[in-house]
């Protein structure tokens, strides 16, 4: 029999989706499961984009579109860069994909050549070193710990830059929930500049999901000059309560936009019409929805950091942004559940998925084993029960 391709070898199925499937057949079977694994925001659009999708449906061409996106969504995404502080782009600085997933691939596939070497913090989104396995790219990981609330230092990076193709940015942070602030971003843009041979992408998809007023910034409004450099990342799968929609965006340098589009040619051909046409209405409509979800997600934040921060020796930064905690748990390792010895992130989570049916991600899918993330977007009357089942589990262990 012929054999598949030896990229398959480095290729893993999503932790986060295995996860989230056993708790899926563990609830069929009866058990009482309450799930903190998977990222989706866990609420749906306003009725203007429903509206949308079916207008574009009673009228639906019936034909191909743009490879880059229809006219229309280029200018939605302007605006909604320049709402959110990134003015100067235009339609050739932008371009579509099918999700923000699609986006990054595209983007390592158009940027990046076996062997170059791509630079990331951890804890990192898992999809990030899936990207640079499959693609045979060295991935530099700057490990950024509880300690130091998980960000980078100016100091990390500068070092880490020499040889690198590319450096990856999480902004909000998935799997932390942290935003770094104003003069953190002028910090690390000031390193970046010094380092002209390497490409910036900034995923931003959590951009308008942040707290307690630290606002999103990025390195281009500190230093203009990173404009020929930064690559902007973004989709409405998280703002807009639409991750089955699959959307995701560029705004680029336009030699990367347009090489991006020959990507989009050979790969997806477009962005489906009626999709093209709900992310519009959602991008330039009422934007009450986002704006509540965001201090909606906001109060979960603090329901959710104080019962953590409440357990004896558990240490976790307080989140700002997008709808993750990430506790580090390490002070229970050794230690055992009924009889049962922990002795990593793994087990942790399976004995407490096991005991006490909360559902969680080990840390060492995002590159800390001495942690778990928590997503808090479940339904509400979960939330508080579900974190008082994780109090009761760390106080039974001896």
Request: glycine share 8%; charged share 20%.
């Amino acid at each position: 029999m012929p054999k598949l391709a030896t990229r398959m070898s480095r290729a893993k199925p999503s932790a986060i989706m295995q996860i989230a499937e056993k708790a899926k057949q563990l609830k069929a079977s009866g058990r009482d499961i309450i799930s903190f694994s998977i990222g989706v925001p866990n609420f749906l659009p306003g009725p203007h984009v429903y509206e949308a999708a079916r207008k574009a449906l009673d009228h639906d061409s019936g034909q191909y579109g743009s490879n880059r996106g229809p006219d229309a969504l280029l200018d939605a995404f302007l605006k909604h860069l320049e709402q959110g502080g990134l003015e100067g782009y235009t339609r050739r600085s932008i371009a579509t994909g099918i999700g923000a997933k699609h986006v990054l691939y595209n983007l390592g596939e158009l940027l990046l050549d076996p062997g170059d070497v791509i630079v990331f913090p951890v804890p990192y989104w898992t999809t990030y070193l899936d990207l640079a396995e499959i693609l045979d790219l060295k991935a530099k990981l700057l490990p950024c710990s509880s300690d130091q609330h998980y960000k980078l230092t100016p100091a990390q990076l500068d070092a880490a830059l020499p040889g690198a193709k590319v450096f990856l940015f999480n902004n909000p942070s998935n799997p932390t929930g942290m935003v770094y602030s104003k003069d953190e971003i002028a910090a690390l843009a000031d390193v970046l500049v010094r380092h002209p041979d390497v490409w910036i992408i900034c995923d931003d998809i959590y951009n308008r999901m942040v707290f307690d007023g630290i606002g999103y910034h990025n390195f281009v409004q500190f230093r203009p000059e990173l404009r020929e450099r930064v690559i902007h990342v973004d989709s409405i799968s998280k703002t807009y309560g639409m991750p089955g929609w699959r959307v995701g965006f560029i705004a680029a340098p336009e030699s990367v936009a347009s090489a991006f589009v020959t990507m989009n040619s050979n790969h997806i051909t477009n962005v489906p019409e009626i999709v093209n046409a709900a992310a519009v209405a959602a991008l330039s409509g009422p934007q009450d929805v986002t704006t509540s979800k965001c201090k909606e997600f906001a109060q979960r934040r603090d329901l959710v950091y104080n019962a953590l921060v409440a357990i004896p020796g558990v240490v976790c930064p307080r989140p700002q942004g997008a709808f993750y905690a990430f506790p580090n748990i390490s002070v229970a390792f050794g230690k055992s559940h009924n009889g049962i010895k922990i002795s990593n992130d793994v087990e942790f989570c399976a004995a407490l998925l096991e005991a006490k049916g909360v559902a969680c991600v080990p840390g060492s899918a995002f590159g800390d084993p001495n942690a778990l993330r928590i997503s808090y977007t479940c339904p509400a009357d979960q939330l508080a029960p579900g974190m008082k089942r994780v109090q009761e589990f760390f106080a039974e262990l001896t």
